[in-house]
């Protein structure tokens, strides 16, 4: 609609919208120099230019020029200010960017300057207000302005409304004018100040309260500290005060008495200490937001008899003490918000009086008892939030009477029984009267219960159903097809539950699925191929299931997965190598499946790949590593434990700089370790035992940490961490050889054993069974990596000490007499978990010859070997001060050998 007013007659002209302004059309209207005193556009979208307005045409004696509401582009042409009979001019809602132009302040005449809900960016100038004597009304709210409030702004004295929140001011109020009150104190006729969402900082001085007329003040999200002056309430008009999202603190325990008519108080995330006032209760307040503060005790008995609340809302504060039965006097309520506080006792069944309640939401405090079945008399409820409590028995079935319910979160409590299943009418209401209130829409949450049964077939009709979350309960069954019939369903949680039978085919239309998690529970059958036809699904967990079959080749279509979970299950046969098609795979699991074949074509094209955990352990993959695996720039997680891999470990993997874990143990990998895996500096954790790994160690980075390096069962490995020298690599049976024996980088020093004190134990026989004449000694059983030689103090510092060398020294000796590994799966079930704490637990309860090995156990080596075992548990002490020194082992050994 386009309206000119000329010699006080209107004439509209109506438009199309959009409609391009032609100059041939305007001139119709404006060929004669100031022929128009009103002009009023609505509902156009075109840009605004200079030649089409301005410099085409003589406006002069325009009085008011409305273009907002459209669709503008471009910059305020500076020829505005050529219409010096403007008193009103509002440019607002439109997509004007650039600055302000200075020459608007040339408009002296102007009552009304709205620019408000734009893109206008730079600062505001002096020279914008310095003739503005009559202007009542300032909007340049919700745009990016920036810089500081100009001094200037004081002589705005006509001011009644002023609204510049939603920019980027920042700064302290202009020190020129002095504080907030002086300057404001000069609009003695100002109703409303609108300072929201700027970087204001500094304190609300006190004599704010000279605005005698201010009924409504808004300085939100900003970054304003100290206590909220009383004098606030000095303008016995103000109605509404909004001063969320500050930093302002202290009490407020008289500070709203005086203010007899407010109505809507929002103190929201702020650093409010103490109770909640009584005399709050005596205001007409509506509307009471006092979430996000540190506000302690009872909520105040005299604040559920108030006859005008209608919104009451303390959440995340330290709230304490019972819901009193006065909760259901309060009958205007339609929204209670008191979620995260320290509530504690039963809900009262007085709740139901609410009838007009729209959102409660009690989530996240001790509640315990039943759910009263009188809630379901607040038929106007959309939002129920009883999430995080101790609240126990069944879930009313009168919960179905709530038509308008959008929301149902019980969550994280202790309910038990079936989900009812009588008919019901919640969540299929599409749209409700007012929806304004409703906190997530169709959400249905009972996860973390003790609910049992079987899944209602009837919730396929809950047609609202966004997010439907009832995992880890007692649930048994089968998943019902009818669910597959939620068309808005994007998020379905069924994990962990006792759900059996296969997992629906039909699942495959549900085509808004964002995430399915049916983990952990009982599920049969293959995969549905269907399921790689949903193309927003994001997460996937099938993990703990009985699932069999092939992973299907559809899954290669899920461009916008991130999470694919199908770990624990029986699944076989090779990876797809369509899985790397999947570009914004972050987690992959397969882990402890049937996966059989080699993974080479799986990383071929990898390099696209954001893949950060990969996890194919415990399966029967075979063949090479891929060198490709180093490609994968993003991977932290790296799990190839319990395979059968052979081959080198590629040095490629050196390139895996956010590596922080890497498994390959169990596999039967040969060759050197790669010095630049080593070298990785956040990798702190690295497994490679139980291969055929063979050289020296890398002497750098986390290969020289036994807190973090696995390598055991490498026979071939030496180096320093494992204590061996490289160029002494057995030692036989008639000598025991340490030389540059290292612990944890620790020097112990040269030992020799000679022939004639090993022959102490071989006279009877006593000898490693573990080892042929002829054999190498198996260095890895020296691997301190394993820790059975490392004495206990060690674990609290790493200092070498003489008597830590005789520690060592002794478990070589159990070792001997034992024929046991010092270290290993028989000593699982034993304190410490090695072959110390064994013989130790065994020789308290006076059962030495249990410890024997009997492959050399003989009449003749019995008491040799039992002596040899008493010197080992003297070595073997937890005290270092109670073990014998190594002349006297040496002494006690040459001695056994000389009976």
Known sequence: MLWFCSHGVQVPLLLSSPVFLPSQLLSRFFDKPGNATFA??????????RSLFMERFNLSLLTLLSLAGNLFVGEIPPEIGNLTQLRILDLSSNSLTGKIP?????????????LGNNFLSGSLSETHFTKFQSLTTLD?????LSGNIPPGIKNLISLTDLYIGINRFSGLLPPEIGPLPSWIGKWNQIESVLLSSNRLSG???PEVGNCSMLNHISLGNNMLVGQIPRELCNADSIMEVD???????GTIQDTFLMCRNLTQLVLVDNQIVGSIPDYLAELPLMVLDLDSNNFTGFIPLSLWNSTTLMEFSAANNLLEGP???EIGNVVTLERLVLSNNQLRGTIPKEIGNLTSLSVLSLNLNFLQGIIPSELGLCTSLTTLDLGHNRLGGMIPEEFGDLAQLQCLVLAHNELSGPIPFKPSSYFRQVSIPDSSFVQHHGVFDLSYNKLSGTIPEELGNCVVVVDLVISNNRLSGEIPVSLSRLKNLTTLDLSGNLLRGKIPAEFGNSLRLQGLYLGNNELTGSIPPGLGGLNSLVKLNLTSNKLTGSIPVSFGNLNELTHLDLSSNGLEGELP???SSIVNLVGLYVQENRFSGQIDELFLSSLAWRIETLNLSMNSFAGELPRSLGNLSYLTYLDLHGNMFEGEIPSELGNLMQLEYFDVSGNRLSGLIPDRICALTNLFYLNLAENRLEGSIPSRGICQNLSKIYIAGNKDLCGSIMGLNCQIRSFGRKTFLFSSWVLGGIVVGSVLLTVVVALALIKWGIRSSRQNDDEDVDESKLNSGTFGYIPPEYGQSWRSTTRGDVYSFGVILLELVTGKEPTGPDFKDIEGGNLVGWVSQKYNKGQSVDILDPNVLSADSKQAMLKVVKIAIACLSDNPANRPTMLKVLKSLKEIKNE
């Not at 200075?102 to 709205?114: D, P, R, S, Y």
């Not at 001063?243 to 603190?249: E, G, P, Q, R, T």
């Open 243 to 249: 001063l969320d999202s500050n930093f302002l603190s």
């Open 323 to 325: 819901l009193p039965k």
């Open 203 to 205: 304190k609300i001085p």
């Open 140 to 144: 340049v709210s919700n745009n990016s």
């Open 577 to 579: 190598s369509s899985l």
């Open 102 to 114: 200075t020459q608007i302040g040339n408009l002296t005449k102007l009552e009304v300057l709205n």
């Open 40 to 49: 009023f556009l609505q509902n156009l979208t075109r840009k605004l230019t």
